[in-house]
């Protein structure tokens, strides 16, 4: 099993919905949890980062994070065909730690 | 704005041959890390270094791989010799790592590998 897992779609929502995405993760040891945007051939992109449980936004993105239930959340508002990508969650155990990313999943918002 | 830059951008080699990936990480950054994302999976790490030190390389296949990071800015990574299912996305990343609040990690654009 792996320790972080996420849906890999397809998502797929008309313009304008709210995006719904999350993720799972099996050891309470991690602390930092990240959110990226990579669309194809390209990078990942640092969308958002938190620390502590509770909420995050930053303009049309909303990252939630459950410790208690090992469960991470983001929402994207208002969703634009431009935000037709695929999402990462990643995490950290430690300052200094690598990164371990769920497998992704594939979002698209149709006009 | 500062971004993590990596060269080649595409790479195309023949199995058997040697190749090498190229990352300059953002300024002043001590942690690099190098990951390999296969098509449709998330990233997978392949080394970390902090500063010049690798701290992790527990996933890196050592009979074929190797990483530098000579002077902890600028780092190498080389496949040798390459394998068809070496063909993947190589990307590197790097983060400040200072403290509890300095962990984000931000990634280069990738090199994306193909073996012939």
């Known amino acids: 099993q792996k320790e972080v897992e996420q849906d890999p779609g397809p998502l797929s929502v008309p313009e304008g919905a709210i995006v719904s995405l999350n993720c799972t993760y099996s050891n309470s040891a991690f602390q930092y949890f990240m959110w990226y945007r990579q669309y194809s051939r390209k990078g990942p992109e640092l969308l958002m980062y938190t620390y502590s449980s509770g909420n995050k936004e930053d303009g049309r993105f909303t990252a939630q994070v459950d410790k208690s239930s090992k469960y991470i959340s983001l929402f994207i508002r208002d969703s634009q065909p431009s935000d037709s990508a695929t999402y990462l969650c990643?995490?950290?155990?430690?300052?200094?730690?690598?990164?371990?990313f769920g497998g992704g999943t594939r979002v698209l918002v149709k006009p | 704005e500062a971004e993590v830059a990596q060269s080649p951008r595409y790479k195309i080699t023949e199995k058997s041959q040697a190749v090498a990936f190229w990352c300059d990480p953002i300024s002043g950054h001590a942690t690099l890390y190098w990951y390999r994302q296969i098509l449709g999976q998330g990233p997978e790490l392949l080394v970390q270094?902090?500063?010049?030190?690798?701290?992790?390389d527990s996933q890196l296949p050592k009979d074929r791989f190797s990483a530098e990071r000579l002077k902890g800015v600028d780092s190498t990574l080389k496949i040798q010799p390459a394998e068809l299912g070496d063909s993947a996305m190589y990307l590197c990343?790097?983060?400040?790592?200072?403290?509890?609040?300095?962990?984000?990690?931000?990634f280069g654009q990738g090199t994306r590998l193909t073996v012939v």
């Open positions: 990343a790097s983060s400040l790592s200072q403290g509890l609040l300095n962990t984000e990690a931000f």
């Open positions: 270094f902090q500063d010049e030190s690798v701290v992790d």
């Open positions: 990643a995490m950290i155990k430690a300052a200094g730690n690598k990164l371990t």
